[in-house]
């Protein structure tokens, strides 16, 4: 049963926003978010957190400046995911823009799995590399840096997963959750620590003249990127996060963006004049995820480094063609996943750990987030890699930090899980084949320990009620032009509607003219094509839907009772 609550306003925020001359409906939305002054909207560059707060910046800066200027052959070794995507073709960029050798592998994550494995290093190790920097990943790669070392390669990690007890011997170590770092915005995604890397090596490169030899690159255009990743590794836009991935919007809707964006968003019939952050975390971000599902992320990150249209077009067709193919893939694998839980009594679980033995382990972190939905509890969906283990990926609930949980189980059944690793809401697991019923039982046991009754509760938080007056053409367009995202939710709200003409369209979504206050809006109820009663309870967000060129006030509705 999901229960219908309003966000809890800070008033003496709400008041500070007044006095600064917000208006009061978007005071009361600013103030349910946390923000406590106006400083918190600048989204202007000026208003970013300055590279010198993250500790280890500077070192990196000087290790790569040593690099580039005894042209040293530098390799980046990326993730499979968009973050990681575009992590990569930052790197790639920026050192390639500022003199540097440099090339880059992604792991094939069947083979290899997650992070700077030993077998990665082996991998690369081919391409005589003098210097590897991991983006989006090498925390908790202690084993391979080890082997790094042993070869004479020298590490730089950059990443912003939680660190585990030991760390790696890197070189450099840049990860703003590492302990004794002091950079505000804990929430950097991959993508987020590598452009601050670059940025200071710039302005390192720079105290040397470097740039008298060469352009100095405007590294404000790689926010295009910035913005993607963020948006799509789900991380908080927190107020740093909220100015990076604006600004990268900014540069996508006035068309200066990468040919791999570019095309990515036609390839999906977007417009990129109207792009937001829906765009990057449902459109292009699946897109690029579903290569390194399915296949490998060499094609999205080719995609994210193309230079011409044309080039960009021809690989964003294959991204497209491969997110087809996952849904496919999803869809099976989601019935599958429903029909095994159907008999159980999910009102008694805690926590759902599901496995079978046809299942893809690409597609593993879709379906547990598809069932976490359905039941809200914590889940971790797992697949077997074929060589005698199962790789698992966890999606949890508010109440639940599904790395800590992993770790408990650790610490509670040692052995039982072979490899771990994450974040509150999302972790990536490896455990022996056979361990699956007993792992089934730790988890749920774990679980109890760490969560309460009414974290199992699913709560709809909404923006409370809104006069009719109030949801105007203008004031719709402007909450559009803003961001919104994870941790910074976009609007809902709460409202007693008559339906005055209903009827299903696609099959499957029901069409609407609703009636407020004795205003009619145009709405839309998605998934959902059976009949409303005369008079609902509504819980909604408006948008401007634009059909054949003209543009009207739309709500979807998400909730009615």
């Not at 805690?350 to 597609?363: D, K």
Request: aromatic content about 6%; overall charge negative.
């Amino acid at each position: 049963m999901t229960t219908i609550v309003t966000r809890p306003i800070d008033s003496a925020a709400f008041a500070t926003l007044i006095s600064q001359n917000i208006d009061p409906v978007m005071a009361r939305l600013y103030a349910a978010r946390g923000v406590t002054h106006e400083r918190e909207l600048d989204t202007r560059m000026s208003a970013m957190l300055t590279p010198a707060q993250l500790a280890h910046v500077e070192d990196a800066a000087q290790f790569l400046c040593m690099a580039i200027q005894s042209q040293q052959k530098i390799l980046i070794v990326a993730d499979y995911d968009a973050d990681g995507a575009t992590a990569c073709a930052v790197g790639m960029r920026a050192l390639s823009a500022m003199g540097a050798i440099v090339d880059y592998v992604v792991p094939d994550r069947f083979k290899y799995g997650y992070g700077l494995t030993p077998e990665i290093v082996a991998l690369a190790s081919a391409k005589n590399p003098d210097i590897i920097v991991t983006v989006d990943n090498g925390i908790a790669s202690v084993d391979g840096v080890a082997e790094a070392n042993r070869r004479g390669i020298r590490v730089l990690v950059t990443d912003h997963h939680l660190p585990g007890e030991a760390l790696p011997d890197a070189a450099v170590i840049v990860n703003p959750n590492q302990r004794g770092d002091c950079f505000s915005s804990k929430n950097l995604a991959g993508v987020g620590v590598i452009f601050y890397v670059m940025l200071a090596l710039r302005a390192a490169l720079r105290r040397l003249n470097h740039f008298t030899k060469i352009a100095e690159p405007n590294l404000a255009d790689l926010l295009d990127l910035v913005a993607l990743g963020t948006v799509a590794d789900v991380v908080k836009l927190d107020h740093n996060n909220r100015v990076l991935v604006e600004q990268g919007l900014a540069r996508v809707r006035a068309g200066r963006m990468c040919a791999g964006i570019r095309a990515l968003l036609q390839v999906a019939g977007r417009d990129h004049r109207r792009a937001s952050t829906y765009d990057f975390g449902f459109v292009v971000g699946p897109r690029i995820n579903a290569a390194g599902r399915l296949e490998d992320m060499s094609i999205g990150i080719a995609c994210l480094l193309a230079d011409d249209d044309e080039t960009a077009a021809k690989l964003a067709d294959q991204l497209n063609q491969l997110n087809r193919e996952r849904r496919i893939i999803e869809a099976d694998m989601r019935d599958e996943a429903l029909a095994s839980l159907a008999d159980i009594d999910i009102g008694e679980r805690y926590a759902i750990a599901i496995f079978e033995p046809t299942w893809h382990q690409g597609v593993v972190g879709i379906l547990a987030s598809r069932i976490r939905e359905k039941y809200h509890r914590p889940v971790i969906a797992f697949a077997s890699d074929g060589a005698g283990n199962l790789k698992g990926s966890g999606r949890s609930i508010q109440g639940l930090h599904m790395r800590d949980a992993l770790d408990l189980i650790t610490k509670r059944y040692p052995g039982m899980i072979t490899k771990f690793g994450g974040h509150a809401m999302a972790a990536g697991l490896t455990i022996p084949q056979g361990a699956m019923v007993d792992f089934a039982k730790a988890f749920e046991t774990v679980v109890r320990d760490l969560v309460s009754p009414n974290d199992l509760l699913e709560q709809l938080a909404t923006d409370g009620a809104i006069t009719a007056d109030a949801l105007s053409f203008d004031f719709v367009q402007s909450l559009e032009s803003k961001v919104w995202g994870q941790g910074f939710a976009a609007p809902s709200f709460i409202g007693a509607f008559k339906v005055i003409e209903q009827k299903v369209v696609g099959e499957k979504h029901l069409k609407l003219k609703l009636s407020l206050d004795g205003t009619t809006f145009e709405a839309i109820r998605f998934g959902s094509p059976d009949a409303l009663n005369a008079s609902i309870d509504a819980v909604f967000r408006p948008s401007i839907n634009e059909f054949r060129g003209a543009k009207t006030l739309q709500l979807t509705i998400d909730h009615t009772a």
